[in-house]
């Protein structure tokens, strides 16, 4: 559809920002927090950029209200943050830990008093080691039970100030970063065990959810999927097939699960012939029913053009452009089945991933038809390498340009009748990537700090600061 006049954004828009707890907070040792996964995956040689780790971070955990105040002077609508589950259970379950609590009703308040909506993450992605440790983490069941009872603590902490909860941030990414790629914590290569692993989180998600449900707080919750639209590379009938192959092992996959209970035919089937499918146990169809969320949430970064991929063909290897140097992607794959391929038609950025405004457009179009659920976009943002100027200006227009874009296919696709709850930036400061040290840059605020040195943490406003400010103050009509 070619619109000659867009609608405007709703009212009520959520315009936001996002982070995660590990990426900004530091204080990993402090006032009674457990250590995370994380917090050990980073001390293996040769995990991540340089070495770097989220020790400080940026130092967000003793900083919060001088970051809040410039998301009010932006004049934020919401601000998606995630709870470390260790700082609230060190252990992961059993004793509570009072000060971590406390931490996270004070962000809540400082929010509130400026007006600004918290989106509250229950996980992403720190699971607390003692749990890895004492039944392999997202590999037993008891992690079901742990993971509701810790979600529970906060619903009766906190819901009678947060509205809006994202129950778990990227399963698909943790799982196959973590089972399928070993690039993240546990650090596995093993598809059987990704494959018991995800159906176990999934009955985790479901349980939150019904916990939630059941426990009549008030407020919505759902997950956030890491949505990338594939595209076939022509329109080769295998390239088309070996795109019906992504979407139902790598998209519906999780998506239907959340909505439907169930996983898509064609997947299953195939998981079975290999020797792959995720056992049900008595319970787990009621359970996985009973977990629909009240909406979708779909972290967008970039789309995917697929191809066929022979039987000998590209596998999936942790292996990716964490450098920032350009163009040092390899092709990956899943044999016999499909494989990630350049798109002529689209730009990229330093770490080769697709700048495609329209791919948005397209996921919250397709995520509306199937599922029909309002979404909230979680995450969207452009990593890249920043400059901090002598006169402490930071000129960022190619986020601009980015978010802008984006921002606009946010609105056609509003136009085109889906349902959008909100927007949230990654990210609002800059902070740590998992992967990629602090070189890659996402925020609208500029910290002064690198792999080697934390300097003095200091904020810088980007030009793009001043940009999503005034996007907010007129609900977008300055597009
Ligand atoms: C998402 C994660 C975020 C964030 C973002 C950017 O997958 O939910 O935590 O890190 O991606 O990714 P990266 O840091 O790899 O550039």
């Excluded at 006032?31 to 995370?36: A, I, L, R, V, Y």
């Excluded at 919401?78 to 609230?88: E, G, Q």
């Amino acid at each position: 559809m070619i619109h000659t006049k867009l609608d405007p954004f709703p009212k009520d828009f959520l315009w936001g920002s996002a982070s995660a707890a590990y990426q900004v907070e530091g204080a990993w040792n402090l006032d009674g927090k457990g250590k995370s996964v994380w917090d050990e995956f980073v001390r293996i040689p040769n995990k991540t950029f340089k070495g770097s780790n989220g020790d400080v971070a940026v130092d967000h955990y003793h900083r919060f209200k001088e970051d809040i105040a410039l998301m009010a002077e932006q004049g934020l609508k919401t601000y998606r943050f995630s709870i470390a589950w260790t700082r609230i259970l060190p252990d992961g379950r059993g004793e509570i830990n009072q000060k971590g609590l406390d931490f996270y009703s004070d962000l809540i308040n400082e929010l509130l008093k400026y007006g600004i909506e918290p989106i509250v993450t229950l996980y992403h992605w720190d699971l607390p080691q003692a749990l890895e440790d004492a039944y392999g983490g997202w590999e037993s069941r008891q992690v079901i039970q742990d993971f509701t009872n810790y979600a529970k603590i906060l619903f009766d902490a906190y819901s009678d100030r947060v509205n809006y909860w994202v129950s778990l941030n990227e399963q698909n990414v943790f799982m196959m970063h973590g089972f399928l790629m070993a690039s993240h914590p546990p650090a596995v290569t093993d598809p059987k065990r990704m494959y018991a692993a995800n159906h176990i989180a999934n009955l985790a998600n479901a349980s939150v959810i019904k916990a939630f449900r059941d426990g009549k707080y008030p407020g919505k919750i759902g997950p956030s999927f890491a949505m990338s639209p594939a595209y076939a590379v022509d329109c080769q009938p295998e390239n088309v097939i070996a795109t019906e192959n992504m979407l139902d092992l790598f998209t519906n996959f999780w998506m239907d699960v959340y909505v439907y209970g169930r996983y898509p035919k064609v997947a299953l089937k195939n998981l079975a012939k290999n020797g792959l499918a995720p056992v049900f146990e008595a319970g787990d169809e009621d359970l996985l029913k009973a977990g629909k969320p009240d909406f979708m949430g779909v972290n967008y970064y970039q789309s995917m053009t697929i191809a066929s991929n022979p039987l000998d063909g590209v596998t999936m290897t942790g292996e990716a452009n964490y450098s920032g140097k350009k163009g040092t992607t390899k092709e990956a794959g899943q044999p016999g089945m499909y494989k990630i391929v350049s798109n002529p038609y689209l730009e990229k950025t330093n770490w080769d991933w697709t700048i495609d405004p329209a791919g948005l457009r397209i996921s919250l179009r397709r995520i509306s038809s199937r599922y029909d659920l309002p979404i909230l976009i979680t995450e969207n943002g452009l990593g890249d390498f920043d400059t901090l100027e002598a006169d402490g200006q930071v000129h960022d227009q190619p986020r601009i340009d980015y978010l802008k874009t984006h921002c606009l296919a946010i609105q056609e696709a509003i136009t085109d009748g889906v349902e959008v709850l909100g927007y949230c930036t990654w990210s609002f400061t800059d902070l740590l990537s998992w992967l990629n040290g602090y070189q890659k840059r996402y925020g609208f605020v500029y910290v002064d700090r690198d792999e080697t040195n934390e300097k003095e943490l200091k904020r810088y406003k980007k030009d793009s600061f001043n940009w999503y400010r005034d996007v907010i103050r007129t609900n977008g009509a300055s597009l």
